[in-house]
């Protein structure tokens, strides 16, 4: 296996690249990598449109997305209802005369104030009244909508409305309370839906000439049967304390009935063992469910950080590596596209981790 030094995907491997690209930036995630990295994989590997990529932990969909504009069939699944709901709204084929006439409609609603208000401590702090007002008034008429992808369009863009006219940010892995001048919710989701029909119509003929499906779904539990994929790729949780789902606690607070899902670096919750541990427990799941889903000679390409602790760091590419070659992989190569220094009390330097993309092969 060859370990080669490849800073030219330093941006590639995070989401930051994706905020100027159409449906990709629907929805800012900031876990995700970006379309650029699928593209150039599906360019190395001649992954062609016969072919299916599979992602167990597609995040927002930017793996389905770029195979779907490539005319290449995907599947996706995650733990996370937020993330398939944001998937499956970026990955539909829009009955685009439906579409432009109800947002049509959607930009000459009239507001009318609504008569109650939710009651949570957190929305409270995270918009102003007006704010929460407009949200509510926003989604009441689009509850009203009959057909429902054109219905999860339209919420996905006040999702995302919503959000920019909040006074959160997100540091890290918490969500704070900044409070500043925001922009009104009414103007922001305005733009927003004629932004995301503009991305739509845009769209070329392989967009429409592929499917990506999307599930809920565990990377430990895959519910596929075996020898179905043809390329994985994929970016699972990273080693580390962080419980990434809290970021988005106001999102599902505010927007969805479902509660939110945990998902900390390691994949389960066995809080018991030494984080490490369960992380590669869990992962060692992952890539014995990989290799019996996959075909012969199936690529598996992967978005992976290490391990920063007090005491250690630990390089989960290799190590990972190393587990997927006892599994029966064949680790080919590790491009390693960024380093930093794992420190402790901030500032004393306890080594370097490193994002990485390990190249697996069936």
């Given at each position: 296996?060859?370990?080669?030094?490849?800073?030219?995907?330093?941006?590639?491997?995070t989401?930051?690249?994706?905020?100027?690209e159409?449906?990709?930036?629907?929805?800012?995630?900031?876990?995700?990598?970006?379309?650029?990295?699928?593209?150039y994989?599906?360019?190395?590997?001649?992954i062609?449109?016969?072919?299916?990529?599979?992602?167990?932990?597609?995040?927002?969909?930017?793996?389905?997305?770029?195979?779907?504009?490539r005319?290449i069939?995907?599947?996706?699944?995650?733990?996370?209802?937020l993330?398939?709901f944001?998937?499956?709204?970026?990955?539909r084929?829009?009955?685009?005369k439906?579409?432009?006439?109800?947002?049509?409609?959607a930009?000459?609603?009239?507001?009318?104030?609504?008569?109650?208000?939710?009651?949570?401590?957190?929305?409270?702090?995270?918009f102003?009244?007006?704010?929460?007002?407009?949200?509510?008034?926003?989604?009441?008429?689009?509850?009203?909508?009959?057909?429902?992808d054109?219905?999860?369009?339209l919420?996905?863009?006040l999702?995302d409305?919503?959000?920019?006219?909040?006074?959160?940010y997100?540091?890290?892995?918490?969500?704070k309370?900044?409070k500043?001048?925001?922009?009104p919710?009414g103007?922001?989701?305005?733009y927003?839906?004629?932004?995301?029909?503009?991305?739509?119509?845009?769209?070329k003929e392989?967009?429409?000439k592929?499917?990506a499906?999307?599930?809920?779904?565990?990377?430990r539990n895959?519910e596929f049967?075996?020898?179905?994929?043809?390329?994985?790729?994929i970016?699972?949780?990273?080693?580390n304390?962080?419980?990434?789902?809290?970021?988005?606690?106001?999102?599902?607070?505010?927007f969805?009935?479902?509660?939110?899902?945990?998902l900390?670096?390691?994949?389960?919750e066995?809080?018991?063992?030494?984080?490490?541990?369960a992380?590669?427990?869990?992962m060692?799941?992952?890539?014995?469910?990989?290799?019996?889903?996959?075909?012969e000679?199936a690529?598996?390409i992967?978005?992976?950080?290490?391990?920063c602790?007090p005491?250690?760091?630990v390089?989960?590419?290799?190590?990972?590596?190393?587990?997927?070659k006892?599994?029966?992989?064949?680790?080919?190569?590790?491009?390693?596209?960024r380093?930093?220094?794992?420190t402790r009390?901030?500032?004393?330097?306890?080594?370097?981790i490193?994002?990485?993309?390990?190249?697996?092969?069936?």
């Amino acid at each position: 296996m060859r370990i080669i030094e490849a800073p030219e995907f330093k941006k590639l491997v995070t989401f930051i690249p994706n905020k100027k690209e159409p449906i990709h930036n629907w929805f800012y995630y900031k876990e995700g990598f970006s379309k650029l990295l699928v593209d150039y994989f599906i360019d190395a590997f001649n992954i062609k449109k016969d072919n299916i990529v599979f992602d167990p932990f597609c995040g927002v969909g930017t793996t389905l997305v770029t195979c779907k504009q490539r005319g290449i069939n995907s599947v996706g699944i995650d733990v996370s209802p937020l993330a398939c709901f944001v998937s499956n709204v970026k990955t539909r084929n829009y009955d685009i005369k439906l579409l432009e006439n109800t947002v049509k409609e959607a930009l000459k609603w009239k507001f009318e104030k609504p008569k109650e208000l939710p009651k949570n401590k957190w929305i409270e702090k995270a918009f102003s009244k007006y704010a929460i007002e407009d949200i509510v008034f926003y989604k009441t008429k689009i509850n009203e909508i009959e057909d429902n992808d054109i219905k999860n369009f339209l919420y996905l863009a006040l999702i995302d409305s919503a959000m920019k006219c909040s006074y959160v940010y997100k540091d890290g892995a918490i969500a704070k309370i900044f409070k500043r001048p925001v922009p009104p919710v009414g103007k922001i989701f305005k733009y927003k839906i004629r932004k995301m029909l503009k991305d739509i119509k845009m769209q070329k003929e392989d967009w429409y000439k592929s499917k990506a499906e999307v599930y809920l779904g565990d990377a430990r539990n895959i519910e596929f049967s075996d020898c179905s994929f043809d390329f994985v790729i994929i970016s699972p949780p990273y080693l580390n304390k962080i419980e990434y789902t809290s970021i988005y606690k106001t999102e599902f607070s505010l927007f969805f009935d479902f509660p939110e899902t945990k998902l900390r670096s390691y994949i389960g919750e066995k809080t018991d063992k030494d984080i490490a541990e369960a992380y590669f427990e869990d992962m060692n799941k992952v890539l014995n469910e990989l290799y019996r889903v996959c075909k012969e000679n199936a690529y598996l390409i992967i978005v992976i950080g290490g391990g920063c602790f007090p005491d250690k760091v630990v390089l989960v590419d290799e190590i990972l590596a190393e587990n997927a070659k006892q599994i029966g992989f064949k680790p080919e190569k590790i491009f390693i596209a960024r380093k930093s220094w794992c420190t402790r009390a901030r500032t004393i330097k306890v080594g370097q981790i490193r994002e990485s993309i390990l190249i697996l092969k069936k």
